[in-house]
């Protein structure tokens, strides 16, 4: 029987025990505990490389209140990352691709943001809803617009990441599909359109980095403008 290509998107059960918690805490075994000698490996520096350097980037437009977010947001990008990439993997399974889990994080994350807005500088964050010039008769209008635009982030958040990568795995999906079929037939084109498959995994890889990062730039984002 046929399977459905949205059921990969299905989180897995064993014994009808869902193992989406397992496919979201198993990544972080994966990671090498740094030591407490001087000098470490070659994997462990460039781990550690890497996480400054990501967090130098994010935290340069954000004063010294906003640098309490650093661990947070270098944790989750991780988390992203290792999420994302593992689930290109044959037989594996993408949490990420399910909007309850990226809502998840949005939402809490978003207003914590709002909150902090409203409790250092309500004036600040409360002008945002009003751009500074507006004519009389346009304020009320655009305070309902602007208080839109605000509660739809955490939304925009969740689906961006949600639609990029379940788009990706279906595409990957289909075209795979179609060389299985077009093997027996038409060897030729069989192995053109698995090397427009072979392209568009090592796009997917890119995708899967890129979403991570701008998932928690656009957090930064939001925490800059409360701060």
């Known amino acids: 029987m046929m399977t459905s290509f949205f059921d990969q998107f299905a989180s897995p059960s064993y014994l009808g025990i869902p193992l989406i918690a397992i496919a979201i805490a198993l990544p972080w075994i994966l990671y090498p505990t740094p030591s407490s ?99 009389i008769p346009l304020i009320p209008v655009l305070i309902i617009i602007e208080t839109i635009s605000l509660f739809i982030r955490p939304l925009a958040l969740g689906v961006r990441l949600t639609a990029n990568l379940t788009a990706g795995h279906l595409l990957i999906q289909l075209i795979a599909t179609a060389v299985f079929v077009l093997l027996p037939m038409m060897p030729t084109v069989a192995i053109l359109t698995a090397t427009v498959l072979f392209l568009l995994t090592l796009l997917e890889v890119a995708v899967a ?19």
């Open 37 to 135: 000698r001087w000098i470490n490996n070659r994997l462990i520096t460039l781990q550690g490389w890497f996480i400054n350097r990501f967090t130098n980037q994010l935290m340069l437009p954000l004063n010294v209140e906003g640098h309490k977010w650093a661990l947070l947001l270098a944790s989750l990008m991780i988390f992203l990352i290792t999420i994302n990439m593992l689930g290109l993997l044959p037989y594996t399974f993408t949490p990420t691709t399910q909007l309850s889990l990226n809502m998840g994080f949005a939402v809490p994350l978003w207003l914590a943001t709002v909150i902090i807005g409203m409790r250092n500088q309500p004036t600040v964050a409360l002008g945002h809803l009003l751009p500074e010039g507006t004519p």
């Open 209 to 227: 980095m890129i979403q991570a990062y701008v998932f928690v730039l656009l957090l930064s984002l939001y925490l800059q403008e409360n701060v």
